[in-house]
């Protein structure tokens, strides 16, 4: 997980049955939260479509690790963040500076397995819902209601 430079998501190569989770700095403290398989592409046409997000200046990029699961973690982001939600945008009102550090402390899990699509094994499902409470119980900062089986796999990781 690193913020980047446009210049620098050149060297991102496509990579079948995997993606990233990324971050745009929009200045004004918002924020665009989304995934790409593709991250020089994704900017490009972002920077080229400004005016449908409020023509704000595109800046530095924050991008998870290669993953397998990055679509499902890009929803869960914006569950997480739905109360900083521009209405109808894939915008949020939050520090871009802040983003990075606080998502690297949500312990999310990044599936590597490339070779198949994400929902294909119920542990790596368990995984991703694990994932997903902690990162809820830290940003809500209250333990939230999870089913027995997942109870005792998340102690024994917790």
């Not at 200046?57 to 973690?73: A, F, T, V």
């Not at 995984?127 to 027995?148: C, Q, T, V």
Request: proline share 3%; aromatic share 14%; glycine share 6%.
């Amino acid at each position: 997980m690193k913020i980047y430079t446009y210049s620098q998501l050149k060297k991102f190569k496509y990579v079948k049955n995997s993606g990233f989770i990324y971050c745009i700095d929009y200045h004004n403290g918002l924020v665009k939260i989304g995934c790409t398989a593709k991250p020089y592409k994704r900017y490009t046409m972002l920077s080229n479509n400004a005016a449908n997000y409020g023509n704000y200046p595109l800046g530095k990029i924050w991008l998870s690790e290669r993953c397998s699961n990055y679509r499902e973690l890009e929803k869960d982001l914006h569950k997480t963040f739905a109360d900083r939600r521009v209405p109808n945008t894939e915008l949020f009102k939050l520090n871009f500076g802040k983003f990075g550090k606080y998502i690297s402390s949500l312990g999310i899990s990044y599936d590597k397995d490339f070779s198949t699509s994400y929902a294909t094994t119920e542990n790596t499902d368990i995984a991703l819902g694990i994932s997903i409470i902690i990162a809820l119980e830290k940003y809500h900062n209250k333990p939230h209601k999870i089913s027995e089986e997942i109870q005792q796999i998340y102690k024994k990781i917790k």
